[in-house]
């Protein structure tokens, strides 16, 4: 009996967060184990925002609706709906929403989401 080439994601890993922001990992290490990619869907809330971070990964962040506010390297790159954005691994970053209205988008990581690679600054 042959293996199935195809995996249909039915139940995403719910991350628990503690500041509003939805996070439901479709492929990755939480949800099936992926460690060469990750795909998550978010939905950040108003004014949210996140600590700096150095991840050891690249990411691929598409907005389907809303915007977002990413710093990168001290750049401010606002990120509206209907556009992405590639970030390379090693690249200081902040992620965030300032804005009235939620922030929703899909983030793809390449290899895998690991909080042991994502190096998050204390704040």
Same mark, same amino acid.
């Given at each position: 009996m042959s293996e199935k080439k195809y995996f249909k994601q039915t139940m995403p890993f719910r991350v628990q967060t503690h500041d509003g922001k939805l996070i439901? @990992?479709? &492929?990755?290490?939480?949800?099936t184990r992926t460690g060469g990619f990750s795909v998550a869907h978010m939905v950040a809330p108003p004014h949210w925002g996140e600590p700096h971070q150095k991840p050891e990964f690249d @990411?691929? +962040?598409? $907005? +389907? !609706?809303? *915007?977002?506010? /990413?710093?990168?390297d001290g750049e401010e790159v606002e990120v509206k709906a209907g556009e992405s954005l590639l970030i390379k691994a090693g %690249? *200081? /970053? !902040?992620? %965030?929403?300032? &804005?009235?209205?939620?922030? @929703?988008y899909w983030s793809i990581c390449i290899p895998a989401f690991d909080?042991? +690679? $994502?190096? *998050?600054?204390?704040?």
């Open positions: 439901e @990992e479709h &492929f990755g290490h939480a949800s @990411e691929i +962040t598409i $907005v +389907t !609706r809303g *915007r977002k506010l /990413i710093e990168v %690249a *200081r /970053i !902040r992620y %965030a929403n300032p &804005f009235d209205e939620e922030a @929703e909080i042991n +690679t $994502v190096h *998050r600054e204390e704040e």
